[in-house]
């Protein structure tokens, strides 16, 4: 019998069928029991070969020429040889393989805060998931701030997470280091709880959780007392810079600062269903509510200039449009996809064109609580009732007043101002002589 010669690519780019054939095979005269089996369709390399514990012989295909190269096809028929003369077969070895590789992959830090983040809204306390998720996402599972991230979850060491605290920090924003330290520290809590810690591979253990010792003093981060607020320019250029962009975003920014200083999260997640026209009332239910099952939910009094922003935003949302009043999926869903980059830098935009040669310092939605704040006192508006309107209340209160009509007052106060501050018939919120330079 006439040893078969080695296959060469250029060879088996030649083969073809004879006009009667439908199928033939050549054997590679170089590695054992390589076959290329050429059809009226394609070329595909196969092992011709006994599996352990099978009679007769079995065709196992390796790939499809030219996607599998013939130099590929022989380094696997040469594994898989070697596996039948070790008494294993290939085909249940690649089925373990294929288990063994999705158990590495649940088993990765991506995988697992995917897993916790999928767990957050079942939490006990979950108020704050939605805002805990975004968080997460942005600092631990971008590729580009986190080198780390396709480590298996039992690899990720105290270093690795303390790096990138540091980074976090390093941008300037020390307060969001501290938030992320905080998060790091309860996710690694939860994968290595009773239920959990054997799926992700880790003991279960304190070892198994590489920041269980890591505190915010040993990485000397302090939460600081935050004193930015906006001043009658910077508040000039955010109105002008949020009149300029479209839905969703231009009259969420709008709607925050008409409704006294909303948190992000409670404006972002505002529903129709909460809102009563009629009574110029939004009610924001307690579960999105910061502390909300202790305080219970909050009565926002909605100004005309607050109403009227809703009923354009109503007019213009299409027939069929679901419950959220911002949303990108027809109100089935509240849209958090804005970029506060992307508004700051309009917002210091408009503030240079305001004050030419001025720089603008960095500033965060929840500035604007300080200006609302800060307006409502010295337009002599109650301590009681403007904590009120900013949302903040005693936790254990006899009183359960909603204050509606006061705040409601409070709000037509702020808001009159406000509307002649932005277009510069008065120079700050001071009661006594608006036209002080504040």
Not at 131 to 144: G, K, S, V
Not at 256 to 274: F, M, N, P, Q
Not at 366 to 390: C, F, N, Q, W
Request: hydrophobic letters at 40%.
């Amino acid at each position: 019998m006439t040893r078969a010669r080695a296959l060469r690519t250029e060879r088996i780019e030649e083969l073809r069928l004879k006009k009667d054939e439908t199928r033939r095979e050549w054997r590679d005269g170089k590695t054992p029991n390589l076959v290329v089996r050429v059809g009226r369709r394609d070329k595909v390399f196969i092992l011709m070969v006994r599996c352990p514990g099978e009679r007769d012989p079995t065709r196992l295909k390796i790939g499809t020429f030219p996607k599998t190269t013939l130099d590929r096809a022989r380094e696997v028929a040469a594994e898989w040889n070697a596996m039948i003369e070790r008494g294993l077969d290939p085909r249940k070895e690649a089925k373990r393989r294929e288990r063994e590789a999705a158990v590495d992959e649940r088993r990765t830090f991506r995988s697992a805060m995917e897993d916790y983040i999928a767990w957050l809204p079942n939490r006990i306390l979950n108020a704050h998931a939605a805002a805990d998720a975004r968080a997460l996402r942005a600092e631990f599972l971008d590729p580009d701030r986190n080198g780390w991230i396709d480590k298996k979850i039992a690899d990720v060491t105290k270093a690795d997470v303390g790096q990138l605290i540091d980074d976090i920090r390093g941008r300037g924003v020390p307060g969001r280091a501290l938030e992320a330290l905080g998060l790091i520290k309860w996710f690694f809590v939860w994968a290595n709880g009773p239920a959990r810690y054997q799926g992700y591979g880790l003991p279960g253990n304190v070892t198994g959780n590489p920041v269980a010792d890591v505190t915010p003093n040993v990485m000397q981060l302090v939460r600081g007392v935050r004193e930015r607020s906006l001043d009658v320019a910077e508040l000039r250029a955010y109105w002008r810079a949020s009149l300029a962009m479209e839905y969703p975003d231009g009259p969420l920014y709008r709607l925050v600062l008409l409704t006294g200083g909303r948190r992000r999260d409670e404006v972002e997640g505002i529903r129709w269903s909460e809102i009563d026209i009629g009574k110029k009332l939004w009610i924001i239910p307690k579960e999105r509510v910061k502390h909300g099952n202790e305080l219970g939910a909050l009565y926002v009094a909605l100004t005309d200039e607050a109403i009227a922003l809703l009923e354009e935003l109503r007019r213009r949302q299409p027939e069929g449009w679901g419950d959220c009043v911002f949303s990108v999926t027809n109100g089935q869903t509240p849209y958090t996809g804005y970029g506060m980059d992307d508004f700051r830098a309009r917002v210091e935009e408009e503030f240079r064109k305001l004050l030419p040669g001025s720089a603008m310092d960095r500033f965060w939605l929840h500035d604007l609580r300080r200006v609302v704040r800060t307006a409502m006192s010295k337009l002599g508006v109650p301590k009681e009732i403007a904590e009120y309107v900013i949302g903040h209340r005693k936790k254990k209160d006899y009183n359960q007043d909603r204050f509606v009509a006061p705040c409601r007052k409070a709000m037509r106060q702020f808001t009159d101002r406000l509307l002649q501050v932005l277009d510069g018939s008065a120079a700050g919120f001071g009661a006594d002589n608006p036209d002080i330079d504040e």
